[in-house]
């Protein structure tokens, strides 16, 4: 069973920064694209950022330049380093990772809650 678990999500004040990591369970199969979506009260669940085995990255225009992603292949891990942060960024974090089985399968972490307020 592979697990994907997300951490170091809070408050902080707008204008702060937070780093949330995203580690995956090792598994036989190979890890393809790692993903931070976000998801607020009353809104679709958006993509944030994405970054390939390679380190080719993707951002939403509402967070490029503010939010960086990253991976460490070595620990099955993502992170995204946020900066800037303002209210709207307030929503659950959740990270997408994408493991090739012979197909992508795609799996989902549970959540971690970014609040931006002062």
């Known amino acids: 069973q592979v697990q994907v678990t997300e951490s170091g999500g809070g408050l902080v004040q707008p204008g702060g920064s937070l780093r949330l990591s995203c580690v995956t369970s090792?598994?036989?199969?190979?890890?393809?694209?790692m993903a931070w979506y976000r998801q607020a009260p009353g809104k679709e669940r958006e993509m944030v950022a994405s970054i390939t085995t390679t380190g080719s990255t993707d951002y939403a225009d509402s967070v490029r330049g503010r939010f960086t992603i990253s991976r460490d292949n070595a620990k099955n891990a993502a992170y995204l380093q946020m900066n800037s942060l303002k209210p709207e960024d307030s929503a659950i974090y959740y990270c997408?990772?994408?493991?090739?089985?012979?197909?992508?399968?795609?799996?989902w972490g549970q959540g971690t809650q970014v609040t931006i307020s002062s």
């Open positions: 090792r598994s036989k199969a190979v890890i393809n694209t």
């Open positions: 997408n990772v994408g493991l090739w089985w012979g197909r992508l399968v795609e799996y």
